[in-house]
């Protein structure tokens, strides 16, 4: 089973980004985690990280072709891009949304996600953990 993981923008400066936030592990450190789970589980796991929409929306429909399943986290995105959001829906593989913080007690333009609707299920305020509840959903 091969697995997509999308970070989206702003995710690169993990680690220096409003660690109160996000906590202090980097970008690499968050892969070397997921790489390590989806060894565990047997899955073939890649992942990526795009500032633009743009490169978003590329990825989602290069991913229908060989994934089977697509971890997202769209940053910012998610509460407004409905490039995404329809890209998801065009290329009927589950996409699984993630959050490092709990968006849903956060401001309030962060509790809306455009994404949620089409998307195969949400994981939001566990911060690493997050990813790697989703890498365990997709692997069921
Ligand atoms: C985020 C939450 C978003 O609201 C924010 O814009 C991000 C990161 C998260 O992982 O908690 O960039 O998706």
């Known amino acids: 089973m091969r697995v997509l993981v999308i970070h989206g923008p702003n995710l690169n400066l993990l680690g220096e980004r409003e660690p109160e936030v996000y906590g202090d592990q980097t970008l690499p450190q968050i ?15 890649r992942a990526v990280q795009h ?19 697509v971890i997202l986290n ?14 998801i829906a065009a290329i009927g593989i589950p996409v699984f949304e993630v959050h490092l913080s709990n968006v849903s007690a956060r401001e309030p333009f962060r509790r809306i996600s455009v994404v949620a609707p089409v998307c195969a299920g949400a994981i939001s305020g566990f911060g690493v953990h997050s990813y790697l509840l989703a890498l365990r959903a997709a692997a069921r």
Do not use: C, F, M
């Open 74 to 87: 769209p940053g910012a995105y998610t509460h407004y891009a409905y490039a995404i959001a329809d890209a």
């Open 31 to 45: 892969d070397a985690q997921i790489a390590q789970l989806a060894k565990e589980l047997k899955l073939d796991v």
């Open 51 to 69: 500032n633009s929409e743009g490169a978003i929306v590329d990825e989602l429909h290069a991913a229908r072709a060989s994934y089977d399943a």
